[in-house]
């Protein structure tokens, strides 16, 4: 099984499509309607790969998040994530839904090995022990109002972070 997480309007064909709202009108038949920030319903080691653009920053808890990603996949499962990167930028901030903050740097809590893992996670309750397989960053603009007539721009850096899940 393939999981993309927080799909909203990407609906894609194979995947098992998972968001908290249920797209109106619904035009595939393989979508779930989850609340994330909850235990996962998927059962242990079932899932061979997460697509996450522009979820992670919506939900409360990024510890509960990248234990219950690593819970599902299975032995070297792949999680695909895509956040705005919180050190970069007013894009973290300027969305009223955003509940927690994310950046390529804090992904060392969760890679196994790195030392923030080594000292940390059994203290901030991690399981989750990741292989980081690739971070790359970009950014967009975006114009508030019409481009032409030189109004506001927001830049926003986001990272995609490639894991592969160790067990």
């Known amino acids: 099984m393939r999981l993309n997480l927080g799909c909203s309007t990407d609906l894609r064909a194979g995947w098992l499509n998972v968001d908290s709202v249920r797209p109106d009108p619904l035009t595939v038949e393989n979508f779930q309607q989850v609340d994330l920030a909850l235990p996962w319903p998927w059962a242990e080691s079932s899932v061979e790969e997460i697509y996450a653009a522009d979820l992670f920053e919506h939900l409360p808890d990024r510890v509960h998040t990248m234990n219950e990603a690593y819970r599902v996949l299975r032995p070297g499962g792949i999680l695909r994530m895509e956040c705005p990167d919180a050190a970069k930028g007013a894009g973290q901030w300027q ?4 509940k927690s903050a994310w ?9 196994d090995g790195s030392p923030a893992h080594k000292r940390f996670a059994a203290a901030y309750g991690i399981t989750a022990r990741f292989k980081v397989l690739g971070v ?11 481009p032409q007539s030189h109004g506001v721009v927001c830049h926003v850096w986001k990272f995609t972070a490639v894991l592969e899940a160790l067990k």
């Open 95 to 98: 969305d009223p839904d955003h």
């Open 103 to 111: 950046t390529p740097n804090a992904l060392q809590y969760y890679t």
């Open 136 to 146: 790359t960053e970009r950014v967009y603009h975006e114009f508030a109002g019409d």
